[in-house]
């Protein structure tokens, strides 16, 4: 005769069926999880040994040469005015009204402030972006600046109105801001260039290149170290980094390192910015000399002497 199982067999085979399930679902659990942590750490590994890559496109032809025609040159046709008021300023003319003069150029600052502010960058090229940003900072500076020295300008000789231009914090911020947003757009022509050379050697600019370092660098690289040493020194200038480029390089080829004594780059650039030695058009002057290899970027500033 069959023995009947009791309700206390039923329990038990119900805990041991549940038991078992749980133990087999925290194993293929623990399972998953070990799986999923091993591909991480594997994806690391592989990504960790890739270069870091820029977006495609990002610093293209096309993209360089839109920059330049709406952000730089507007800029720069800023800058080229300031120089101008600037020097007639500073020569002391008794016919030039300075408070006028200041007047100008703080509606131009404004004026191109305002288009450029109408433009914008694709975010796929923060450089370019953030150039963007410094240069609309540097002319709201330059616009604040030259109100704030308008009402006492023709109370001044020409050497205290200069003085007080140059020691204003807000034309002095601007000229910073504005170097920044030149670093930044080299720096955006030198990506440029790695996108087909990608065994291209970047100095850190933060060092001092000395003359085998700077004969070693192609020219993207030597415009883009000058230009963080413009930054770093404030040096606000009329003419283009490459111009100071190509002075470098005629100095080196010349001897006048040698003559001069004149160890490093960082000293060359002292002496030539303090000598006055470098025009707007040094560098087109000497491209076919010095730069004829040399990839470019197809800019006007490469091949246009103004």
């Not at 470098?278 to 002057?285: A, E, I, L, P």
Request: hydrophobic share 40%; with cysteine; net charge neutral.
């Amino acid at each position: 005769m069959d023995k009947r199982l009791t309700r206390t067999d039923y329990l038990f085979a119900l805990t041991f069926i549940f038991m078992l399930v749980c133990i087999l679902g925290a194993f293929f659990y623990g399972l998953k999880i070990g799986q999923q942590k091993a591909d991480e750490r594997y994806a690391k590994m592989m990504n960790a040994s890739k270069p870091a890559t820029k977006e495609v496109g990002a610093y293209d032809q096309q993209v360089l040469v839109s920059y330049y025609h709406t952000i730089f040159l507007p800029f720069r046709e800023f800058q080229n005015k300031w120089f101008e008021q600037m020097n007639q300023i500073g020569q002391g003319n008794s016919a030039v009204d300075a408070s006028a003069a200041l007047k100008e150029l703080s509606k131009v600052a404004d004026d191109r402030f305002t288009a450029l502010q109408a433009k914008s960058m694709p975010e796929s090229s923060p450089l370019l972006v953030q150039s963007h940003q410094s240069y609309l900072k540097s002319l709201k500076l330059f616009t604040d600046g030259l109100k704030d020295l308008q009402s006492k300008a023709n109370s001044l000789s020409a050497t205290q109105l200069m003085t007080a231009i140059n020691n204003n914090s807000f034309i002095q911020e601007a000229m910073t801001q504005a170097l920044s947003a030149q670093k930044d757009y080299f720096e955006s022509i030198v990506a440029w260039n790695e996108t087909f050379d990608h065994d291209l050697e970047v100095f850190d600019p933060n060092n001092t290149a000395n003359l085998d370092q700077w004969r070693a660098m192609n020219v993207n690289v030597k415009d883009l170290y000058i230009t963080a040493k413009l930054l770093k020194n404030k040096a606000f200038t009329p003419f283009f980094p490459q111009d100071l480029t190509a002075r470098i390089d005629e100095f080196i080829a010349a001897g006048q390192t040698q003559k001069l004594n004149v160890n490093d780059v960082d000293q060359t650039i002292n002496l030539l910015l303090s000598t006055d030695a470098v025009r707007t058009g040094d560098f087109v002057k000497g491209k076919a000399k010095f730069y004829s290899k040399e990839q470019l970027p197809q800019l006007p500033f490469f091949s246009d002497a103004n």
